[in-house]
C-alpha cells in the first residue's frame, strides 16, 4: 500500500472552484472533487468537516477574485473600477456568475454581505462622491447594482451587441454611474 495522498485547503478549494466555474456550484460533491484531485474524497474530509464547510471556502475564494478585479481594474476611480470589476467577473466567470445570481440561493447574499462594506470603503474614497451618508452611498450602490446586473447578465449570456467592444460597454457604464451621482446630488440639494 503506498503512501496516501495529501492535499491542502487551497488546492481543494481550486478544485471546487474549477468545477463551479465550468459546471456551477451545484455540481459540487465531494466525489467529484476528489475525481477532480485524484484521489479518494479521504483528503477532503480531513481538510473540510463537510460540504457546507467548503463552501463557505469557496464563497471566500470568489470574494478575494472579486477583490483582485477590483484592485486591477482600479483607474483612481473606484464607483466605476467596482462597476468594470464585476463586470469583468462576469465575462470571465460567466457560469459562476450566473448561479450566483441568476439562481435562488444564499451565496450570494453571503456574497453581498461581505462585500458591502468593502464595497462602500471603496466608494468613500472616491472625491466625487464625497459629502454622501453611508445610507446615501448604499442606496447609489443599489442604484447602479441594478444596471450594472442587467449589463452583466447580458454579457454573461453573449447578448451584448457585436459592434460594441468592451470599452464602449465600459463608457456606457461610467455615463450611468454620472447619471446616478447626479441624480444623488439633485435629490439631496432639493431635501436640504
Same mark, same amino acid.
Given at each position: 500500500?503506498? =503512501? ?34 485524484? /484521489? /479518494? *474524497? ?15 471556502? $469557496? ?9 483582485? @478585479?477590483?484592485?486591477?481594474? /482600479?483607474?483612481?476611480? =473606484?464607483? &466605476? ?6 463586470? &469583468? ?8 456568475? &450566473?448561479? @450566483?445570481? @441568476? ?12 462585500? %458591502? =462594506? !468593502? ?7 472616491? =472625491?466625487? $462622491? ?20 442587467? $449589463? /452583466? ?9 457585436? !459592434? ?15 447619471? *446616478?451621482?447626479?441624480?444623488? &446630488? %439633485?435629490?439631496?440639494? !432639493?431635501?436640504?
Amino acid at each position: 500500500m503506498g =503512501p496516501k495522498t495529501k492535499f491542502s485547503k487551497e488546492q481543494i478549494i481550486d478544485a471546487a472552484f474549477a468545477i463551479a466555474s465550468t459546471e456551477g456550484i451545484d455540481k459540487i460533491t465531494m466525489r467529484k472533487i476528489a475525481e477532480k484531485m485524484g /484521489s /479518494s *474524497v479521504a483528503p477532503i474530509y480531513v481538510n473540510f468537516k463537510n460540504t457546507d464547510e467548503l463552501m463557505e471556502a $469557496l464563497i471566500e475564494k470568489i470574494i478575494s477574485i472579486s477583490q483582485q @478585479l477590483i484592485i486591477e481594474e /482600479s483607474q483612481g476611480d =473606484p464607483f &466605476r473600477d467596482m462597476g468594470r470589476a464585476s463586470l &469583468r467577473f462576469a465575462m470571465e466567470y460567466s457560469v459562476l456568475f &450566473r448561479d @450566483l445570481v @441568476l439562481k435562488n440561493n444564499h451565496y450570494m447574499q453571503e456574497y453581498d454581505e461581505k462585500m %458591502m =462594506p !468593502e464595497l462602500i470603503k471603496e466608494m468613500q474614497k472616491d =472625491p466625487e $462622491l464625497q459629502g454622501f451618508t453611508v445610507d446615501e452611498l448604499k442606496t447609489i450602490l443599489l442604484k447602479m447594482k441594478v444596471f450594472q446586473l442587467g $449589463l /452583466s447578465i447580458m454579457a454573461a449570456n453573449g447578448l451584448l451587441p457585436k !459592434e460594441y467592444t468592451l470599452q464602449d460597454i465600459m463608457d456606457i457604464l461610467s455615463s450611468t454611474a454620472n447619471d *446616478v451621482i447626479q441624480s444623488a &446630488r %439633485m435629490s439631496k440639494k !432639493e431635501m436640504s
